[in-house]
Structure formats: C-alpha cells, structure tokens
T-cell receptor, first 115, second 116 residues
Framework: NAGVIQTPRHKVTGKGQEATLWCEPI?????VFWYRQTIVQGLEFLTY????????DSGMPKERFSAQMPNQSHSTLKIQSTQPQDSAVYLC?????????????FGEGTRLSVL | GEQVEQRPPHLSVREGDSAVITCTYT??????FFWYKQEPGASLQLLMK?????EINEGQGFTVLLNKKDKRLSLNLTAAHPGDSAAYFC???????????????FGKGTKLSVKS
C-alpha cells in the first residue's frame, strides 16, 4: 500500500509568487489534514477535510492560504503571494473514518522555500 | 484551545540508558493520544496511539503511560540505542461524538540523541 503522497518534495518560489502543493491520501481514507512544520513554531494545524468537505480551517492564515479537495484522491494547498515567513515543511496526513481512533498517517511533506 | 507542553526539548543519553519524554495537556476533553517519531529529513512515523480508557501501553522497546488525573502523557524508551536518535512528538485530540476524526494538537517535540 502506498502511503500519503505529496508533491513536489521541494519547491522554491520568489516572494510574491504562487505555490500549489498536492496531496494524495491513502486510498479509502476519508479524512485529510494539512499541517505546517517550522523549527520555531513546531507542527501547526492548518485545515482538514472529511469526505471532501471542509471541516475545520481554523489554522489557515485567512488572506493568502486556501485548500481544496475536489475529489477523494487528492487535495491541494495554495498559497498566493508567498512571503519568506511561509517557508516551512507542509505535511499532509490522512486517516480512516471508520471510527474515531485512527491515527493520521503522514506524507513526507513538501519543503517550501520562499526567497 | 488545547495546549500541549512537551519536555525536555533536547535529551542526550548513552546507549542502554532509558529516556523519558513527557507531555502535559490542558483540555479535559482530550481523549486520544499519539506518539510520533521523526528522523532527520523524514516524515512523522506513528509509534503508538493511546486512548483515555487505557493507562499503560507497551511497544517494542518503549512504554507509554497516561495519567488522566494529572493530564500527563509520557514515553519511556527502555535501553535506548543509536537507532532511536530522532525527534519525538506527542499529539492530542478530542473525542468527537460525531464520529469524525478531530485535529491533532502537537507538542513542540523532543530531539533525542543516543550516543554509543
């Protein structure tokens, strides 16, 4: 079984450019989560979907970040007008919704560097 | 919202010693607890999940203790070896009666170094 697949693994953007990050959850998993990891802030929750519907986006910076899940096989995180402080590793995780005790399993992340 | 404090941020032990990492949390509705291991350059690997109905869980080479009264979760690596060198993160989520998975709140992590 393939795990959570994230592409690209590394992305470099110039300040003000747009970045789109992709996540393919584990087949059959209905919950998809996005987290951001930095040395200073640690692991921060951004947003999550259940059965493709947005459930909680309380961690998303409102102005430039958006996330979508157009179908059950992929989710995207888009950052408009990227800033140096957006540099981080963005992690996607998925979990089964068969009951409420399934641990989210993480992808390898996308390392975003904003120059 | 939930706050999770993890200690220590750095831990260095010799091979064969034990290593203890502790997390305290604030939300009394916290119900599910997880430990993840992250090796340099890699993603988070699930070590163990713990439910509030259990207090002691044993894995391969480690024990997880949950003290609900004190809102404290600990990971005890027994007889650490160099392959255990990594960052360890605790994570907590609430019980969600709707049946859907709730978001995780993570501790800041502990960087463990095991010297041979």
């Amino acid at each position: 079984n393939a795990g959570v697949i994230q592409t690209p693994r590394h992305k470099v953007t110039g300040k003000g450019q747009e970045a789109t990050l992709w996540c393919e959850p584990i087949s059959g998993h209905s919950a998809v989560f996005w987290y951001r990891q930095t040395i200073v802030q640690g692991l921060e929750f951004l947003t999550y979907f259940r059965n493709q519907a947005p459930i909680d986006d309380s961690g998303m910076p409102k102005e430039r970040f958006s996330a979508q899940m157009p179908n059950q096989s992929h989710s995207t995180l888009k950052i408009q007008s990227t800033q140096p402080q957006d540099s981080a590793v963005y992690l996607c995780a998925s979990s089964s919704d068969s009951n409420n005790n399934q641990a989210p399993l993480f992808g390898e992340g996308t390392r975003l560097s904003v120059l | 919202g939930e706050q999770v404090e993890q200690r220590p941020p750095h831990l260095s032990v010799r091979e064969g010693d034990s290593a203890v990492i502790t997390c305290t949390y604030t939300d009394p509705n916290s119900y599910y607890f997880f430990w993840y291991k992250q090796e340099p350059g890699a993603s988070l690997q699930l070590l163990m999940k713990v439910f509030s109905s259990t207090e002691i869980n044993e894995g391969q080479g480690f024990t997880v203790l949950l003290n609900k009264k004190d809102k404290r979760l600990s990971l005890n690596l027994t007889a650490a070896h160099p392959g255990d060198s990594a960052a360890y993160f605790c994570a907590v989520s609430r019980f969600n009666s709707g049946g859907s998975n709730a978001k995780l709140t993570f501790g800041k992590g502990t960087k463990l170094s095991v010297k041979s």
